[in-house]
């Protein structure tokens, strides 16, 4: 039974983060070593991951440079087989998943499954518009992001620290670079993950753009990422004039 590092990384953010913190803690799966990183919140939020000390594994809390420094942090000291990233706000998505990825298959590089979106009050979005692929590879976000950060389970082994020269979306940039190194991945055909819509990348939400054009460029190139975000602006206008007849 391999051994999965948790972490999740927390900034003023009492409203959420219990609800993290019991979707994992109330795993069926026991071999889970918990992270939690904390940027020194003022709100309480460091009061509520107290509550469950006895249940996390590793708690810091301090100032940090930013997410993916606090992300650092986290993965720096994990001793795990793999790892999870499991924000605040975000959920495992029942108390069985973990148990059920690690029961799809033996020790793949990389485990990955579907994400259902909820909004600010916590209400179902449905499944993500882009749904997981069949197959997955480190070409496979070459229309952008199809696995979500929280819905990908990575082997250790194959991760390196984020790039702290990205702001918003170095989780791109470290799914690509482990995805390059995996050698078997696998799909477990089920939701895994709860994801609550918004965030950094939201909020500055064309910096995040930039910054993903950057990341699929230097991996992909210049000419076929362009022409990558031609089919994507294309299905984008076909998928809300399908919607806006379905609606009408």
Known sequence: MPKLSII???????RDIERTIQSVINQTYKKIEYIVIDGASTDGTLEIVNRYQDQISKIVSEPDKGIYDAMNKGLALATGDYILFMNS????????????VFASA??????????E?????????GKRRHEAPE???????????????QAIYIKKSITVPYDLQYKYSADIDWIIKAAKKASNTVNVHRY?????????????????????????TKYY????????HFI?????????????????
């Open 117 to 125: 979106m909820y909004n600010d009050n916590w209400e179902s979005l």
């Open 192 to 216: 895994v993950a709860k994801y609550l819509v918004g965030g950094m990348s939201k909020k500055k939400h064309r910096e995040s753009l930039k910054e993903r054009f950057r990341i699929f």
């Open 89 to 100: 706000g975000d959920e495992i998505y029942d108390h069985q998943t973990v148990e059920a």
């Open 232 to 248: 994507i602006a294309c299905n984008l206008a076909l998928y809300f004039v399908k919607h806006r007849r379905t609606n009408d």
């Open 221 to 228: 190139g210049l000419i076929p990422n362009l022409f990558n």
């Open 8 to 14: 999740t990384i927390v900034y003023n953010n009492a």
């Open 106 to 115: 033996d020790w793949a590089d990389i485990y990955y499954g579907e994400t």
């Open 135 to 149: 197959e997955f590879d480190w070409k496979s976000f070459k229309y952008g992001m199809s696995i979500s950060h």
